[in-house]
């Protein structure tokens, strides 16, 4: 198997020119061999956990290769290893999904039964994952040379941690790299020079995180060369917080002094390195900032930059149009492609558009299979989403090396921490091929009809949701003729919005105040990732619900016929994105109201923290 680039060239010795060789080296390799680099994956990760209770449940017995494997084993979601997974939380340490023991499980942002999965890890995945990252600067660097002159200004922030009841600890993926050696005590290398120093990205409080992140930013503005977030939510969230605080981090440039409300010691001391007075620097900032138009401020202000580095593909394609505007339309660049259950691959191609995206999976990071999809007009099938899947349907999955050209497939992951042939979630298309190996586009995930931030509403969340909340109108004698929902991104942060049209049997009018528990109730009873986006990260805006006139939605299938719907076939959509459609509904809202106050969230599980 080729060897993945190894980092351990003293920063004396550094050599960037052969360590950028040694990483794209490595990529040719396990594209060129992507089968047999596969083959050996798999056959190691079988080898490896021959006598774990779930292979052996199923009739494994210790065989290793693709064809047993594929006839022996089924193709699962997380519902059908969570009696295993809640095992290990409670506190069974046996062999069940990993001969290695499992160091912590990673929080995803896909929920099941209203809280975050659990997925498992081991101590040896950070390699993994430390590998593909060390992947993306050399792949950069082919096409913007000299990145390794500046920084990088990058928002990244840590998430709240809860502890399982057998002890295990559960946080987001990036948590547990940020808080990881092999981030916090990383070689010198000129591509991880970032201008946030380790300490403000890792205070969990996100007011100090975010405020010293974009301080120190600011104090190197010259030297900044490319900026970015995870998604591009979190990057334009950032903006939106320097539109509300630049006063106060001018006067803090402007002095040399940090604000009191920042109070964590190492994030005050690690500020106090890089904070000198420097009037000069705060008239520049009040100058740009103080103008009217913030069209085009991070290049006003960093104008050093060659690109924005975000995620813009998937759900975060809606803010595109608002990352160009105040990037002045500077490069959109989505790295890489990754999950709490495993990293997958990269984009090869970064600075292509984000319409045309496309990432190669890496063999080594776990064995993959593609189960091929079927899309009705762009929808996909959802029924055969949910269900499981028939024995013929378990043998149709394709591997790495067989997808082919223009189709679409669901992923379907084996990695070395314990899931096998488990479905991500994730809806792929080729595009091409890098030698041997498959470059996907993105496409969608599967059943999201809402997202924000890292939230992803299903339509049977939101139909529970606002089932919950209809219990508030029964006094008033009304009831819901028809409901859609849209994801207004038009304040930032975004927030869901309700089109409810009301069938009022009733002739007490029913109060604002009824509208408004309305909206709290669909909050609490939406999953956790939406309601942490709410509480904690600050991320998703106050719910809305739209009245809209009697009649409305007699319109919209009137609008969807004209568009060539079918009459018979027609049932409203529960989740509205298409403008002209967007603008129907909002010309006849008779009234709208907003959640007037957080929902509940604590971080952990609900049965955890009642124990
Ligand atoms: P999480 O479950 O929180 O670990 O999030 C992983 C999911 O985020 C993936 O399965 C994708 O649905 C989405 N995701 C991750 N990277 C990308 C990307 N580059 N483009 C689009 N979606 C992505």
């Keep these: ?30 594209t060129t061999h992507a089968d047999d680099v596969q083959k050996r994956v798999l056959s190691e990760i079988l080898s490896r956990n021959a006598h774990v209770e779930y292979l052996q449940k199923h009739g494994l017995n210790g065989h290793t290769d693709r064809e047993t494997f594929k006839k022996t084993m089924p193709v699962i979601t997380y519902e059908h290893i969570q009696p295993e997974i809640s095992r290990i939380a409670n506190g069974d340490k046996s062999p069940i999904l990993s001969s290695q023991p499992i160091s912590e499980f990673l929080t995803s942002s896909g929920t099941s039964g209203g809280e975050r999965k659990l997925m498992p890890t081991i101590e040896e995945e950070l390699d993994r994952r430390s590998l593909l990252y060390s992947l993306l600067m050399p792949v950069m660097n082919q096409f913007v040379p000299g990145l390794d002159k500046g920084k990088g200004m990058y928002f990244l922030f840590i998430k709240a941690e809860a502890k399982t009841p ?38 969990p409080d996100s007011y100090q995180s975010m405020y010293s992140q974009l301080l120190c930013g600011l104090c190197l503005h010259k030297e900044v060369l490319r900026v970015g977030a995870v998604f591009a939510s979190g990057f334009i969230r950032a903006i939106k917080f320097l539109e509300k605080h ?23 001391e690690a500020v106090m390195k890089i904070l000198k007075p420097d009037p000069e620097l705060a008239d520049f900032i009040e100058g740009e900032c103080g103008k009217e138009s913030w069209q ?95 024995e013929k349907e378990q043998q149709e999955l394709v591997d790495l090396a067989d997808v082919k050209l223009g189709r679409e497939y669901e992923l379907v992951v ?53 089932k919950n909340a209809l219990a508030h109108l029964v006094p008033f004698d009304a009831n819901l003729a028809e409901y859609t929902s849209y994801a207004d991104l038009s304040t930032i942060p975004g927030h869901y919005v309700l ?77 509205v994105k298409f403008a002209p459609i967007v603008e129907l509904l909002n010309s006849r809202v008779v009234s709208s109201y907003f959640s007037p106050k957080c929902p509940k969230w604590v971080p952990g599980h609900k049965q955890w923290v009642q124990q």
Excluded at 167 to 192: C, E, I, N, W
Excluded at 446 to 453: E, F, G, M, Q, R
């Design 296 to 390: 085009g401020i991070i290049p006003r202000l960093w104008p050093n930059t060659k690109y924005v580095d975000v995620i813009v593909t998937g759900t975060m394609s809606q803010y595109i149009p608002t990352l160009d505007y105040y990037s002045n339309a500077l490069p959109l660049v989505c790295t890489m492609y990754a999950s709490s259950e495993c990293y997958f691959g990269l984009n090869l191609n970064p600075l292509y558009k984000p319409s045309e995206v496309a990432y190669t999976l890496i063999p080594t990071m776990a064995y993959f299979e593609f189960l091929p999809v079927q899309r009705n007009n762009g929808v996909t099938n959802s029924i055969n989403v949910a269900k499981s899947l028939n």
């Design 166 to 203: 057998g002890g295990l600890v559960a946080r987001p993926v990036l948590t547990s790299y940020y808080k990881s050696t092999h981030f916090k005590d990383r070689p010198y290398d000129p591509y991880t020079n970032y201008t946030s120093p380790n300490e403000t990205i890792l205070c």
């Design 1 to 30: 198997m080729p060897e993945a680039p190894k980092n351990t060239l003293k920063p004396t010795e550094y050599n960037l020119a052969e360590k950028n060789k040694e990483a794209l080296q490595f990529i040719e390799d396990v």
């Design 246 to 268: 630049w006063s106060i981090l001018c006067h803090d440039i402007r002095t040399g002094t940090l604000d009191p409300r920042i109070t964590d010691p190492s994030v005050r």
């Design 499 to 575: 089109y409810w049209e009301l069938s009022l049997k009733g002739s007490t009018p029913i109060p604002p105040s009824v509208f408004e528990d309305c909206c709290l109730a669909i909050e609490e009873s939406l999953n956790s990732v939406y309601r942490q986006g709410r509480v904690s990260d600050k991320s998703i805006g106050p719910l809305e619900i739209k009245i809209v006139e009697n009649g409305t939605f007699d319109k919209l299938m009137d609008y969807a016929i004209s568009l060539g719907a079918s009459i018979n076939q027609y049932k409203t959509p529960r989740c």
């Design 414 to 466: 084996t990695t070395y921490a314990g899931l096998y042939r488990y479905r991500v979630g994730d809806v792929l298309r080729v595009a091409g091929f890098k030698n041997n190996a498959p470059q996907f586009n993105f496409v969608c995930r599967k059943n999201v009809c809402l997202s924000i931030d890292s939230d992803k509403t299903d339509e049977v969340e939101l139909q529970n949701a606002v």
